[in-house]
């Protein structure tokens, strides 16, 4: 009888200082719990290689593209275009990840984690690996230098198409006179 006094006391006392302090246990309970999520770049980094291919040819064909294009629009002339990336294109690979650990299931002594890029062997040709996701480039800003640059309408139309392309707002893109 006397023990189940004494549980029922501590129990009660229990209830008491988790009533008390049920915010503050709130809070550090979201605090912890997001400093354990893994963000969004986190998850993705470790665990697939990634390869940069965006800051060489692909961006000076997509320059002298958009030099194409946007010369014939009308009132533009010659044009000469300039793109500044925040960050490159990107191709995730599959990895085939193997973790292992010694000890209990609930709390493991140690665990080793170990991965490899996923390949595609095809006869004759070589091994492929595989892209699981292709991340398209974030461009910083555009520089578009143009004969009817000095032309309002011309620089209205230029921002407009250059903004369809890139994605870019308006405030990111300058488009200026050429020189003569």
Known sequence: MEKE??????AKGLAQVLGKYKYVLLVIAAGVICLAWPSAREAV???AEISETGSGDGLDSLQ???E???GKIS???QVQVMLTLDRGSESVLAEDTTLSYSGQTQAPDDYNRSSETVVLSKSGSGDNVVVTQEVYPQFRG???VCEGGGDPAVQLTVTAAVSALTGLGSDRISVVEWQS
Request: charged content about 30%; aromatic content about 0%.
């Open 5 to 10: 006094g004494k549980r029922t006391r501590t």
């Open 45 to 47: 980094t470790p665990e």
């Open 64 to 66: 002298q593209e958009m």
């Open 68 to 70: 194409e294009i946007l």
């Open 75 to 77: 009132g533009v002339g």
């Open 142 to 144: 555009a520089l578009v």
